[in-house]
Antibody
Framework: QVQLQESGPGLVKPSETLSLTCNVS????????WSWIRQSPVKGLEWIGY???????KYSPSLKSRVTISVDPSKKQFSLKLSSVTASDTAVYYC???????????WGRGTQVTVSS | SYVLTQPPSVSVAPGQTARISCGGD??????VHWYQQRPGQAPVLVVH???DRPSGIPERFSGSNSGDTATLTISRVEAGDEADYYC????????????FGGGTKVTVL
């Protein structure tokens, strides 16, 4: 059974870069797409982007200019970088496995990221 | 971009049936997926591809999709079903690939 675990700083200063990593265990990272999703009381669940095991990416248009997702199959990890953060980027960030392109069948427990000085 | 509309809340007595709607323009032409999110936990996929259940999800959870409305039905509701429920579609026609509804809070009376 696949398990995902997010890690990274819980507090980021405005204008800086948010960086998170997702560790995948219990399953291969190959042959799947892997995604970042965030959740806030204001915006609800919001898809950020995904990456394939081979590094192909797709980002939400609303975040595209600030987002980079990368993958390291050898470490069974994928990562999120979100630059120039503001208070509106405060949210719980989840990593998830994309199943069949169309849905998210496994999620990490989520990590709270607060943007504040 | 594609918009999914859910009622903010649904209340149901134990043992009764809860129906959660998800409205969208011609949503019947898309496949809908449903997630359950208990307080403080991550979402869990409970129905995929309109009406299929992942392994381990009780048969009490079922889904349908037609026209402009998809519906998640929870039969014989239990206290443990109290949670937020979200619908989601993959909208290949736009750049907003994955769209979520705003969520419905199910309260078991």
């Amino acid at each position: 059974q696949v398990q995902l675990q997010e890690s990274g700083p819980g507090l980021v200063k405005p204008s800086e870069t948010l960086s998170l990593t997702c560790n995948v265990s219990g399953a291969s990272i190959n042959n799947y797409y892997w995604s970042w999703i965030r959740q806030s009381p204001v915006k609800g669940l919001e898809w950020i982007g995904y990456i394939s095991d081979r590094g192909a990416t797709k980002y939400s248009p609303s975040l595209k200019s600030r987002v980079t997702i990368s993958v390291d199959p050898s470490k069974k990890q994928f990562s999120l970088k979100l630059s120039s953060v503001t208070a509106s980027d405060t949210a719980v960030y989840y990593c998830a496995r994309v199943y069949g392109v169309v849905n998210f069948d496994s999620w990490g427990r989520g990590t709270q990221v607060t943007v504040s000085s | 971009s594609y918009v999914l509309t859910q009622p903010p809340s649904v209340s149901v007595a134990p043992g009764q049936t809860a129906r959660i709607s998800c409205g969208g323009d011609n949503i019947g032409d898309k496949t809908v997926h449903w997630y359950q999110q208990r307080p403080g936990q991550a979402p869990v996929l409970v129905v995929h591809d309109d009406s299929d259940r992942p392994s381990g999800i009780p048969e009490r959870f079922s889904g349908s999709n037609s026209g402009d409305t998809a519906t998640l039905t929870i039969s014989r509701v239990e206290a443990g079903d109290e949670a937020d429920y979200y619908c989601q579609v993959w909208d290949s026609s736009s750049d907003h690939f994955y769209v979520f509804g705003g969520g419905t809070k199910v309260t078991v009376l």
